[in-house]
């Protein structure tokens, strides 16, 4: 009976609304088209600060009035926070543009954060190759302490 249990739970969870199969994880160039890149201005709705990628959901208003919901995906929220970003570095109601690698799916209003610039000019990138570096040598540090103290 126990089996019958198991398997029938790892069905239903496999059957949940709200997380499509292809979509649950994915690899960057299977979604994204990194040749190009594209900007929109719009107003911020939400900021989920989560893992395995953070969210942005904004409305963007068009030429002719008409608003649409973008989507905008992040790194997750440990690479976040390392670079120094906090649940309140994109606050809801505020005007940002932002610059993204579009989806393959033509019209998909949904992009991959390149770059974002606030209504008050502030500037926020993702890490660089640079920081990560510095971030990499921070944790070998950290490590060395360690093992000089034990």
């Given amino acids: 009976m126990k089996p019958l249990r198991s398997f029938t739970i790892v069905l239903l969870l496999l059957l949940m609304p709200g997380v499509p199969m292809g979509l649950s994880h994915h690899s960057f160039s299977g979604v994204y088209d990194g040749t190009h890149v594209m900007t929109v201005t719009g107003v911020v709705t939400q900021f989920k600060f989560v893992n395995p990628h953070a969210l942005m959901l904004m409305d963007v208003t068009d030429e002719s009035g008409k608003v649409s919901k973008w989507t905008v995906e992040f790194a997750g929220r440990l690479n976040l926070s390392e670079i120094g970003w906090t649940a309140d570095s994109i606050k ?8 993204g690698n ?20 502030t500037v926020l990138l993702p890490a660089n190759e640079e920081r990560s570096k510095a971030i990499d040598e921070e944790r070998r540090q950290r490590a060395l302490a360690r093992d000089k103290q034990k």
């Fill in 92 to 99: 809801a109601k505020e005007r940002v543009t932002v610059t």
């Fill in 102 to 121: 579009p989806t393959h799916a033509a019209g998909l209003p949904r992009l991959a954060f390149v770059k974002i610039v606030k209504a008050d000019g």
